[in-house]
Structures are given as C-alpha cells and as structure tokens.
C-alpha cells in the first residue's frame, strides 16, 4: 500500500496496485492530427531524426534499421510514423508494408522519454510505451536510445519539450 500512497494511486480490489494517471492529448486537438498522411509525418520526422543523429548515422550506429521498418504511433494525438533507413539516412515511408517493429505510446509518455524525465526501462516495463514485432530490432532501438546524449545538441527544443511535458502531465 506504501507504493500506491506515493504514486497518488489506490490499490486495485485483487491486491495489484493501478498505474499512475496517465494524461492523454486533447481529442479535440488531436483530430485534426489524424488527417495528415503518415508519409508526410514521417518524412518530417526523418528529416529533423537525422540533423539530430548526424554523427550516429556517419559512424553506422543505426544501420540495424536498414531496410527495416519501424512503426511509432502516438495513439492519443492520432499519430503515425513509420521510418527506415536508406542508404545511410533515415528516411519516411507509406504504409506499404507490415512493420518490423512497432512502438506505441502516449503524447506524455513519448514527451518524458525524449526529455529523459524517464527511462526506457520504465516506460516498457511499466507498459507506457508497447513493443511489438522484432523485439531483437526493440532492443537495438532501445540501447540506441539509452546510449544518446543528445542534451546540447537539442538546444532550445529541449527547453520546448520540457514545457509541452508539464503542460500536458497536468491534463486530465
């Protein structure tokens, strides 16, 4: 009961203890979100992935992905991405094929991993964030992950994200 009082949270009637809340991204915002073709979201996503992992990508760091598809959906904003790597960069696909891995979340959940406010390992095992597909592909993208130190290199952003992170783990 000491866990459930600290998260907020009350313990469940069959004696497992429920999750802390988990806030969602306003529907109303979110519709909108969900017209736009996923190839266009991707390669946006792409694009700014790689300024961002220019030197991972230049050293190879991220070649488990080549010819690999990996699916993000943002479930609560309406979000699709799928991204692979081409010829050393990553780029935006349609949704032509079944994905290779699939990462599913939260807004909030995607927002305290990219600010590091939580750890992967949280995250999964808490079950935020669902992995599907090649869980041998899951823990390449997992490991990448844990190994950035990005901080410096997102500059301002971060400082964006961090808000957007407080003002969405107040919503309901």
Known sequence: MRVARRYGTKPMNSGMQSMPRQPKFPAPLAWPLGLIPTRLNSAILAKFLNRLFAPELADGELDFLDGRQMLITVADARLSYRITL??????????????DLSIEGNIYDFLLLATRREDT??????????LGGD????????????????EQRMGPLLKLL?????????LP
């Open 162 to 170: 961090n808000g957007a992170t407080s003002i969405i783990g107040r």
């Open 121 to 130: 390992d949280t995250l999964f095992f808490n079950r935020r964030l669902k």
């Open 86 to 99: 081409e010829s050393g960069l990553l780029a935006g696909i349609g949704d032509g094929r079944p994905e």
């Open 135 to 150: 869980t041998e592909l899951g823990l390449y993208v997992k490991n990448f992950l844990d190994g950035m130190e990005i």
